[in-house]
């Protein structure tokens, strides 16, 4: 089982920026496949970003591509999401994902395991 603890939501004004932290425990960081993923209120939870293994492949929702970056750093166990030009719709909680093995998040599907969520309020 891993732990994942997201950090580094918050209040900003549109057009501002933020980085989301995610740490992980548990078993071997460099094993999975991670994500993050945002759920606004009254809508389902999306995609937003996934990286592999190696942090040598990303993939991007259309929503945020240009404007979000995930990355990692395998030797602090922790998933990071650099997140510029904010807007009002990025308003959300947003969740860090692990998923075992080789498969992309966005091909395979969200892993099982989620962290308890970050808020992320964008003003206008």
Known sequence: ???????????????????????????TFSNYVMAWFRQAPGKEREFVATIS??????????????????????D???VYLQMNSLNPEDTAVYYCNARYGALMVHTAGAGPHWGQGTQVTVSS
Request: glycine share 18%; charged share 15%.
């Open 1 to 27: 089982q891993v732990q994942l603890v997201e950090s580094g939501g918050g209040l900003v004004q549109a057009g501002g920026s933020l980085r989301l932290s995610c740490v992980a425990s548990g078993r």
């Open 53 to 74: 293994w190696s942090g040598g492949s990303t993939y991007y929702s259309d929503s945020v591509k240009g404007r979000f970056t995930i990355s990692r750093d395998n």
């Open 76 to 78: 602090k166990n922790t």
